[in-house]
């Protein structure tokens, strides 16, 4: 069973940076695409961004296009989320995720394994 664990969540000023990491273990040959979620209190799971396995071809969604990069170190099976020029609606649980199939998708459904989340708080 191929686990997902984030870490690099915590409190920032807005306008700061933070990376989160997320690192998958177990058969890791069996997924290929990866992705961020988040979800705010109150408010459903939302996509961020996500990063395909072959080409690493990435897709944003629009909120964060521009301030946040996801990135994949293929050796150590795992992903990343850089997010700069934070603003304080950026605060929620960010989740990373993994699919069996290369192939983006914004729907949460469509992807087979969840990571426990980490905390952002942006403070104003």
């Known amino acids: 069973q191929v686990q997902l664990v984030e870490s690099g969540g915590g409190l920032v000023q807005a306008g700061g940076s933070l990376r989160l990491s997320c690192a998958a273990s177990?058969?890791?040959?069996?997924?290929?695409?990866r992705a961020w979620f988040r979800q705010a209190p109150g408010k459903e799971r939302e996509f961020v961004a996500a990063?395909?396995?072959?080409?690493?071809?990435?897709y944003y969604a629009d909120s964060v296009k521009d301030r946040f990069t996801i990135s994949r170190d293929y050796a150590k099976a795992t992903v990343y989320l850089q997010m700069n020029i934070l603003k304080s609606e950026d605060t929620a649980v960010y989740y990373c995720?993994?699919?069996?199939?290369?192939?983006?998708?914004?729907?949460?459904?469509?992807?087979?394994?969840w990571g426990q989340g980490t905390q952002v708080t942006v403070s104003s």
């Open positions: 990063i395909t396995y072959g080409g690493g071809k990435t």
């Open positions: 995720a993994a699919r069996r199939r290369d192939v983006i998708d914004s729907n949460g459904n469509r992807y087979d394994y």
């Open positions: 177990g058969p890791t040959l069996s997924i290929y695409t």
